[in-house]
């Protein structure tokens, strides 16, 4: 039997991601009903994306709102002083994820950027409070960093991690229409 083009298990495996955005619940079998291959295919493809971190997780998504939670966008513009490696082994070793967690907010997303903003934070908290209060923690420890910080309350999610929202007609009350 030949060996499969480069080409051919790029496209075998970006078959299989497609499925897996669409629900990582799946098991191996549906996905490999789905893509049309054998489930021992299916299972080596996702083996070898997980092995070199192509796929580096998988997550349920969630309504804050039915967990009592709500959700909120943090947008970061940093100074012009360069990052030092106290700062960046803070950054890398996620020691404000602990900080977060002692006052109740949980990060769905920590993204560097390039544009206006620096960075962009998703966080989860039971209350504004809380929000402003990781909001301070942020400024406090990377103080000299932090040019601007701006709190955005998350008013609804039409798509979330690849995924519509199935109360989506709901955004119309946000409207009044």
């Known amino acids: 039997?030949?060996?499969?083009?480069?080409?051919?298990?790029?496209?075998?495996?970006?078959?299989?991601?497609?499925?897996?955005?669409?629900n990582a619940n799946k098991s191996i079998?549906?996905?490999?009903?789905?893509?049309?291959?054998s489930r021992q295919k299916v299972w080596r493809?996702?083996?070898t994306l997980e092995k070199n971190n192509t796929i580096w997780g998988y997550t349920a998504v969630?309504?804050?709102?039915?967990?009592?939670?709500?959700?909120?966008v943090i947008?970061?513009?940093?100074?012009?002083?360069?990052?030092?490696k106290q700062v960046l082994d803070s950054i890398i070793s996620r020691y404000m994820e602990e900080k977060a967690d002692e006052i109740?907010?949980?990060?769905?997303?920590?993204?560097?950027t390039n544009g206006i903003y620096d960075f962009m934070?998703?966080?989860?908290?039971?209350?504004i409070k809380n929000a402003k209060k990781f909001c301070e923690n942020l400024t406090r420890n990377f103080s000299g960093f932090i040019q601007e910080l701006h709190l955005l309350?998350?008013?609804?999610?039409?798509?979330?991690?690849g995924l519509k929202n199935p109360n989506v007609n709901n955004l119309r009350e946000l409207f009044d229409l």
């Open 29 to 37: 079998n549906e996905v490999a009903k789905t893509c049309n291959f």
């Open 1 to 22: 039997m030949a060996k499969n083009s480069v080409a051919q298990i790029q496209k075998d495996e970006q078959k299989i991601i497609k499925e897996l955005l669409k």
């Open 104 to 112: 109740g907010i949980n990060i769905r997303s920590s993204i560097y």
């Open 62 to 72: 969630v309504d804050e709102e039915k967990l009592e939670k709500k959700g909120y």
């Open 121 to 127: 934070i998703c966080i989860e908290a039971d209350s």
């Open 153 to 161: 309350d998350k008013m609804f999610s039409i798509k979330k991690s």
């Open 75 to 84: 947008l970061i513009k940093r100074t012009n002083k360069p990052v030092d």
């Open 45 to 47: 493809i996702i083996k």
